[in-house]
T-cell receptor, first 112, second 114 residues
Framework: TQLLEQSPQFLSIQEGENLTVYCNSS?????LQWYRQEPGEGPVLLVT?????EVKKLKRLTFQFGDARKDSSLHITAAQPGDTGLYLC????????????FGKGTKLSVIP | GAGVSQSPSNKVTEKGKDVELRCDPI?????LYWYRQSLGQGLEFLIY????????KSGLPSDRFSAERTGGSVSTLTIQRTQQEDSAVYLC????????????FGSGTRLTVV
């Protein structure tokens, strides 16, 4: 059973389009993180959200944590080829819990 | 160092051979993690080290897998009698502590067992 379900699994869009990817679970998380991974590299942390309903913006990226802290979304405005990569969400199930549980990721391709 | 360093970056080995994968975490980071990333799968937790505490080995898939961390710094993941299903990217990450911060990952070791 996958604790964190990410959708869609694959997404291919044209440069300039907007997109949203989702991370869902039946479990409550004390915090949730988003990472981006490029081929041949390790994941790189983009953001951490800890409060239900929290919204964080990072340039063209907007991250939202669900009110019940069971789900999250990542919205990208005016996608660029540099946004191409594997987007991973990861959550901690308890305060002080050290172990991150990762979803399988959304593979995004932005076509010039 | 400036980042988490892993070596080798690629390793091809014959089935049945032993392999050692090395991770050099960021200086000062007390927590160190090993994950495995297989094609089409998410990151699978393997083992966690925190300071001088006993490691959490609950994610190791079999007794062929072991890991150690010497002097609270460098870690080595050893896979004995490798099998084809061990082929994957092995990622190491470190963090300043373990209370909620993000991980800094290395670039991984791509292991291919032939």
């Amino acid at each position: 059973t996958q604790l964190l379900e990410q959708s869609p699994q694959f997404l291919s869009i044209q440069e300039g389009e907007n997109l949203t990817v989702y991370c869902n679970s039946s479990s409550v998380f004390s915090s949730l993180q988003w990472y981006r991974q490029e081929p041949g590299e390790g994941p790189v942390l983009l953001v951490t959200v800890v409060t239900g309903g929290e919204v964080k913006k990072l340039k063209r990226l907007t991250f939202q944590f669900g009110d019940a802290r069971k789900d999250s979304s990542l919205h990208i405005t005016a996608a660029q080829p540099g946004d191409t990569g594997l987007y991973l969400c990861a959550g901690r199930t308890g305060a002080g819990s050290y172990q991150l549980t990762f979803g399988k990721g959304t593979k995004l391709s932005v076509i010039p | 160092g400036a980042g988490v360093s892993q070596s080798p970056s690629n390793k091809v080995t014959e089935k049945g051979k032993d392999v050692e994968l090395r991770c050099d975490p960021i200086s000062g980071h007390t927590a160190l993690y090993w994950y495995r990333q297989s094609l089409g799968q998410g990151l699978e937790f393997l083992i966690y080290f925190q300071g001088n505490s006993a490691p959490d080995k609950s994610g190791l898939p079999s007794d062929r897998f072991s890991a150690e961390r010497t002097g609270g710094s460098v870690s080595t993941l050893t896979i004995q009698r490798t099998q084809q299903e061990d082929s994957a990217v092995y990622l190491c990450a470190s963090s300043f502590n373990s209370d909620g911060g993000g991980y800094t990952f290395g670039s991984g070791t791509r292991l291919t067992v032939v």
